[in-house]
């Protein structure tokens, strides 16, 4: 979690940076936190501290008055931040007042969660478990991979190309992992850190640099999860495959007409008709608004053959979470 944030305008970051910093609830019982973590204090970077009185975080029904308070703020109040919380301590509403004091006019963003519970417990049979691990996309589809791996029937293997860092993998792993499988997952990645990668992790609170072998902490992120992974270092373009059967295929790498074909001729012949499930994360790529429009044709070129070839692949999820993704069952061979 987030607890300093620098800036430093004048070169390096030193001990003389200033920065603001986050503090929150860590009350424990039995060895879990009882208030979710949730905000406690801002100190900004004059060094002001803005506590709770301050700020508004709304304590459940049964807390104390002075936390319940969703009155005119008291003390610092420039610009007031209001947080309302569930019973589970889980945030439900977020105010922020660029006015003065929060008041019943203030806009708000709302949180809602699923309820779904069976014996007292809240049913997670088709959520993913947490994963904290910078994505390119495969982090915003965590339940819907997650209950993917889970529900796969055992037919055949997963693999996945463009692995990076594990966000995508993690919770098919996860998903096999609850469902009792040993069903193996190939995972094809260069895992050397290019200059944009590092941009996206340091985006994403993790430091990498350029030129780093990515495999290492690759494996920390996944092979914790499910140990049944095999690693595959190298270009994609170069990847070779033994014929075993594929039950689910994700690919999140092969935007060039060159690297998608390559990819279908050594990875199509082993899917199975009816059953083999293809993510290709980056189908609608092409549709960014940043790419030229020479990059366009060239990154359209998944969406192409799925239309040249509509007989042999039906869809069934598409832009999971706002990605490129879409997401077919396998019908029968082109080739």
């Given at each position: 979690m987030l607890t300093k944030e620098y800036q430093?305008?004048?070169?390096?970051k030193d001990a003389n940076t200033w920065y603001v910093g986050y503090n929150y609830d860590e009350s424990a019982s039995g060895g879990?936190?009882?208030?979710?973590l949730r905000p406690t204090s801002i100190r900004y970077a004059d060094g002001r501290l803005v506590e709770d009185k301050d700020m508004h975080f709304c304590a459940p029904a049964g807390a104390d008055h002075h936390r319940r308070s969703r009155g005119r703020g008291r003390g610092n109040v420039l610009n007031e931040i209001v947080r309302e919380y569930n019973d589970l301590a889980m945030l439900v509403k977020e105010f922020q007042e660029h006015g003065g004091a929060k008041d019943a006019?203030?806009?708000?963003?709302?949180?809602?969660?699923?309820?779904?519970?069976?014996?007292?417990?809240?049913?997670?049979?088709?959520?993913?478990?947490?994963?904290?691990?910078?994505?390119?996309?495969?982090?915003?589809?965590?339940?819907f991979l997650y209950a993917t791996g889970k529900a796969l029937r055992g037919v055949g293997c997963v693999v996945e190309c463009g692995s990076w860092l594990g966000a995508s993998v993690a919770p098919v792993a996860a998903g096999l992992r609850d469902a009792g499988s040993t069903a193996a997952i190939h995972c094809y990645d260069r895992w050397r850190a290019t200059k944009e990668e590092v941009r996206k992790a340091a985006a994403q609170g993790v430091e990498l640099f350029e030129g780093q072998d990515l495999l290492p902490l690759f494996k920390e992120n996944v092979l914790a999860i499910y140990p049944h992974v095999v690693c595959h270092q190298g270009w994609t373009r170069e990847a070779t495959w033994r014929d075993d059967p594929i039950e689910l295929y994700i690919d999140d790498c092969n935007k060039d007409p060159e690297d998608f074909h390559h990819a279908l001729a050594t990875f199509g012949p082993a899917w199975i008709p009816g059953q083999t499930i293809v993510v290709l994360m980056d189908y609608e790529f092409y549709r960014k608004p940043h790419l030229s429009a020479e990059q366009r044709e060239r990154y359209a070129c998944q969406r192409r053959f799925i239309e040249e070839h509509a007989d042999c692949f039906e869809q069934i999820a598409a832009n999971i979470g706002g990605t490129s993704a879409v997401v077919f069952r396998y019908r029968k061979s082109w080739i």
């Open positions: 430093e305008h004048n070169g390096a879990e936190f009882t208030k979710g006019n203030t806009p708000y963003v709302g949180y809602n969660y699923d309820e779904s519970a069976a014996g007292g417990e809240f049913d997670r049979s088709e959520m993913s478990p947490c994963f904290p691990i910078p994505s390119m996309g495969g982090g915003q589809m965590a339940d």
